[in-house]
Every structure is written in structure tokens, then in C-alpha cells.
């Protein structure tokens, strides 16, 4: 096993590379008294000190953005339709989101022990998973919800009724933390051998993959398949619901109809690019194009950049919620 080497302040690593384990032949079956090593984005201090500061900017803004929300929703009276219940969840999710990834990254970026667990690297590989498919689940619920929205106006708050809005929130969750079960157990069935080093800043599955000494072909499989039915299933819900808001839109004889249209629809519409576009590429690929080093790059966009963006995104682009902010901060200041 790699020697451990006791924390350092500043960013100074390590001189000698990790030796692989000694004596270790054959499949390895960890236990949870044993640790994984992870690489994270390689020994230099420079750029992992303007790592550290980047991704502290972006987690602040991302806390700060996501309770944002939170607190705005829950205490206006002008954000309590079906649209906002989604929106409050959507940044519940990505606040805890974020946070299984961020800190132990921040943490591993300024010491020179990068271990984690076996129940650990177990933990944090299950609820971001769980949080991320139930946050493809959500997104395609907001989809369905911006289709009757504007497909039919008049009949909205009955069709999108309290009760049918705690389901489809229930029906993520659900989802959501079940693929996470399957996928979590999948990898962790596998006996693991070599060096215990990850070449990735998280328990992602691939490169926990390249480090078992089984044949993963059928791990392979089971990850595409419910990737697949998870990503692509909620895919195909948001372009069936769109495509029904662009004909309904494009038959209303008002531009300022379309206008409101276009508005209402575009946040979302955004948000979904930037987070199945991410999903689709790092999931449903063959294993042999897999790129780790690529794929760092592609994780810190899906679990950093896109928790930042969207409270972002939503707050900008959203007249109703930036009037609520403006109410808020001056409600707050005159007390």
C-alpha cells in the first residue's frame, strides 16, 4: 500500500511517486479499513493553487446562489407556483450536489494525503450519483411543467395541482436514488488490486473500473444501460414537451405572447444543455475512448460549474425573481 505521508501546510507534495503495493498478487478485495489514493490533478503547487482559489470561488458562489434561492422562494408570496416548487428543489439538489464533491476536492487540493475510505469512497460515489439522476429526473418534471404552463394556460393550476407536483418530485427522488443503488453496488461487487490509486479528484465509476481486477465488461453494460435510461428517458421527455411549446408558440398570433414564451422557457432550456450535454458525452461512451484526464475536465463542469450556473441562470433571466430579490433585500434593510 502507498506509504502515507503526514499533512503539510502551503502546497508541497510529494518528491517520490506512490510505489505500487508490495506483495500484492492476484485480485485484492478491499475492506473498509483500507483506503483509495486520489491522483485529483497531478503534484505541482502553482496550478494547484490556482485550482484551490477557483474552485473555492465557484463553491461560494454556488452556496450563497443555491441558499439564495432557497430562502427567496420560501418566503415570497409572488414564488409559490408549480414552477418555483421545481426551482427550489432544483437548488436544494445542487447545494448538496456540490457538496460531496467540493470540500473533499478543496481539502485534497492543500494536503499532501489524498486517501479516502472504502465506505467513504462508497458514500460519496452514491449521493452524487443519486442527486445527480434525481436532478435529470427534476429537469425533465420542469419540462413537463413549462408544457402546460404554456399549452394550456387556463387549465394550469389544475393540471399542475399541489399533489401532482409532490409525485413528480417523489418519482425523482425515487429514481434517482435507486440508479444510484444499482450503479454503486455494481462497482463496489468488484475486487480491486495495484497501486489503490484513482486517477480522477472523485469515486466516479470509470476509473474505479480501470483499477479492478475482474472483468468489467458487465459493470459496463449496467452502467450504460440505466445511464441510458436515465439521461436519454429524461431527454426524450423535455424534446417531446418542447416541441409541443414551439408549435403552441408559434401558432399565437401575439409577439408579446411569444416573447413571455421564450422567457419563461429559456433558463430551463439552458440549464438542460449544460447538464445533459456534460452527462451524455461522460457516461454513454464506449470504455475504450474513455480519456481520465479529459473526463476531469468534463467532471469539474458537472459538478461545479453547472451548480454555480443554474441559480445564476435562473435568477438573471427571471423577472419575477429578480423583483422578489429587490423586495427581499429592501424588506430586509428596513427592519
Known amino acids: 500500500m502507498p506509504p502515507r505521508m503526514p499533512g503539510l501546510l502551503g502546497y508541497i507534495r510529494h518528491s517520490q511517486p506512490r510505489s505500487p503495493a508490495s506483495g500484492v498478487i492476484g485480485h485484492h478485495l478491499y475492506n473498509q479499513s483500507e483506503v483509495f489514493y486520489l491522483l485529483g490533478f497531478g503534484e505541482q503547487s502553482s496550478p494547484l493553487f490556482l485550482l484551490f482559489v477557483l474552485f473555492l470561488s465557484m463553491y461560494l458562489v454556488t452556496l450563497f446562489g443555491n441558499l439564495g434561492i432557497t430562502v427567496l422562494i420560501s418566503t415570497?408570496?409572488?414564488?409559490?407556483?408549480?414552477m418555483y416548487f421545481f426551482l427550489f428543489n432544483l437548488a436544494f439538489i445542487d447545494l448538496f450536489y456540490s457538496s460531496c464533491i467540493t470540500p473533499k476536492t478543496l481539502a485534497d487540493l492543500i494536503s499532501a494525503e489524498k486517501s479516502i475510505s472504502y465506505l467513504g469512497c462508497a458514500c460519496q460515489m452514491y449521493f452524487f450519483i443519486a442527486l445527480g439522476s434525481t436532478e435529470s429526473f427534476l429537469l425533465a418534471a420542469m419540462a413537463t411543467d413549462r408544457y402546460a404552463a404554456i399549452c394550456s394556460p387556463l387549465h394550469?393550476?389544475?393540471?399542475?395541482?399541489?399533489?401532482?407536483?409532490?409525485?413528480?418530485?417523489?418519482?425523482?427522488?425515487?429514481?434517482?436514488?435507486?440508479?444510484?443503488?444499482?450503479?454503486?453496488?455494481s462497482v463496489f461487487s468488484l475486487s480491486f488490486c495495484g497501486s489503490h490509486e484513482v486517477d480522477h479528484f472523485i469515486c466516479d465509476i470509470p476509473p474505479l473500473l480501470k483499477l479492478s481486477c475482474m472483468d468489467t465488461s458487465t459493470n459496463?453494460?449496467?452502467?450504460?444501460?440505466?445511464?441510458?435510461?436515465?439521461?436519454?428517458?429524461?431527454?426524450?421527455?423535455i424534446v417531446i414537451s418542447y416541441t409541443s411549446i414551439l408549435r403552441a408558440v408559434f401558432r399565437s398570433s401575439s409577439l408579446q405572447g411569444r416573447r413571455?414564451?421564450?422567457?419563461?422557457?429559456?433558463?430551463?432550456?439552458?440549464?438542460?444543455?449544460?447538464?445533459?450535454?456534460?452527462?451524455?458525452?461522460?457516461?454513454?461512451?464506449?470504455?475504450?475512448?474513455?480519456?481520465?484526464?479529459?473526463?476531469?475536465?468534463?467532471?469539474?463542469?458537472?459538478?461545479?460549474?453547472?451548480?454555480?450556473?443554474?441559480?445564476?441562470?435562473?435568477?438573471?433571466?427571471?423577472?419575477?425573481m429578480k423583483l422578489a430579490l429587490r423586495h427581499f433585500i429592501k424588506t430586509f434593510s428596513n427592519e
Open 220 to 237: 459496463e453494460l449496467i452502467l450504460f444501460i440505466f445511464a441510458s435510461f436515465v439521461a436519454v428517458g429524461s431527454v426524450i421527455v
Open 260 to 320: 413571455k414564451a421564450f422567457s419563461t422557457c429559456g433558463s430551463h432550456f439552458i440549464c438542460v444543455i449544460l447538464f445533459y450535454s456534460t452527462i451524455l458525452f461522460m457516461y454513454l461512451r464506449p470504455s475504450s475512448i474513455y480519456s481520465l484526464q479529459q473526463d476531469k475536465i468534463i467532471s469539474v463542469v458537472y459538478t461545479m460549474v453547472i451548480p454555480m450556473l443554474n441559480p445564476l441562470i435562473y435568477s438573471l433571466r427571471n423577472r419575477e
Open 156 to 185: 394550469y393550476l389544475r393540471i399542475m395541482t399541489k399533489e401532482k407536483c409532490l409525485k413528480l418530485l417523489s418519482g425523482s427522488y425515487f429514481g434517482g436514488f435507486l440508479h444510484s443503488l444499482i450503479q454503486t453496488c
Open 76 to 82: 415570497s408570496d409572488h414564488l409559490q407556483s408549480p
